[in-house]
């Protein structure tokens, strides 16, 4: 079983910028794609951005032009430069690792880290 250990949440204040880190135990068909999901609280789980193993990234609305999601398929670490911080961005980051992306679907996804906090004040 494929194991996730993120890093690098944290406070800042808006207009900051973190860069989380999701490290995958090993590289296998279900680590195909990497993705960080958020959820804040009250609110729903949404996808934030994936990648594919060629490094092909998506990005979610509320967050392009902002993060930048890479991988280093050597170091089995993927990474999310996170700029322009806004206090909307205030939730729990979550890593998950899957076969396919498929449309930031949360339930695609089969194995996920237990989160990083990022917090974001105005």
């Known amino acids: 079983q494929v194991q996730l250990a993120e890093s690098g949440g944290g406070s800042v204040q808006t207009g900051g910028s973190l860069n989380l880190s999701c490290v995958y135990s090993?590289?296998?068909?279900?680590?195909?794609?990497m993705a960080w999901f958020r959820q804040a609280p009250g609110k729903e789980r949404e996808g934030v951005s994936t990648?594919?193993?060629?490094?092909?990234?998506t990005y979610a609305n509320s967050v392009k032009g902002r993060f930048t999601l890479s991988r280093d398929n050597l170091k089995n670490t993927v990474y999310l430069q996170m700029n322009s911080l806004k206090p909307a961005d205030t939730a729990m980051y979550y890593c998950?690792?899957?076969?396919?992306?498929?449309?930031?679907?949360?339930?695609?996804?089969?194995?996920w880290g237990q989160g990083t906090q990022v917090t974001v004040s105005s």
């Open positions: 998950a690792a899957g076969p396919a992306c498929s449309e930031m679907d949360s339930a695609k996804f089969s194995v």
């Open positions: 090993e590289s296998t068909y279900s680590t195909n794609c």
């Open positions: 990648i594919y193993r060629s490094g092909y990234a």
